[in-house]
């Protein structure tokens, strides 16, 4: 949500996935109005090159692991493939090498409607390459009093797990450092404090000395 936060919420998540909405009724409108103007063939090819060099390998290792951690390239290669930096620079050859066309116009409505439509973005290593609700996300939601997202259509058994490094090990005892701390010394706060005798034998201020 922020830089110190860089999270979303439910209700954040749905905000950005609307403005992705935006931009998907924009390049669908675009490609009704220029319907005959579209070569479809090309059009078709630029809407599935994305996934099939994109998702569908990492789809099927996923389908094939069994829970277990995929290859870490499966997820670069989704999220270059769907990188709206990767796609402008194809946009931008095409045009430079080919010519502007309305064929293009595949490559919005396809991202658009990833993120807006189904709100699939960019994935982490961290996460199952197939969305996996997370105890840790909805743990955090609990703290912060807020709902939590519906849940996905699928589920998955035995349950996938992404690439997470295993905690550091701590001594056993970390625990139980404070029950067994010393308690501290009084001697610094006993010599601020004059002593019984000490009181007694003070002479008043201002006094003679007989």
Known sequence: MDQA?????????????AEYLVAFAASTAAIIVNFGDIRWPVWIALFLYIDVIGYLPGA??????????????????YNV??????????????????????????????LSGDRGLFGNFMKSFALPYEPVAQKGYLRLLDDLRL????????????????????APARPAETAATGAHSPAPAPAAAAGHAPSARHAE???????PVS
């Open 60 to 77: 099927i290792a996923f389908k094939r692991a069994g829970g277990r951690p995929i290859p870490k390239a499966y997820y670069v290669l």
């Open 201 to 207: 034998s003070a002479e008043p201020a201002g006094q």
């Open 147 to 166: 709902p939590h997202p519906k849940p996905v259509s699928h589920t998955f058994d035995p349950e996938p797990v992404g690439h997470i490094p295993p």
């Open 81 to 110: 493939m769907h990188s709206l930096i990767t796609q402008g620079a194809v946009v931008a050859l095409w045009c430079w090498t080919i010519g502007p066309e309305w064929a293009l116009l595949a490559i919005p409505w396809h």
């Open 5 to 17: 936060n860089p999270f979303e919420t439910p209700r954040t998540f749905a905000l950005h996935r």
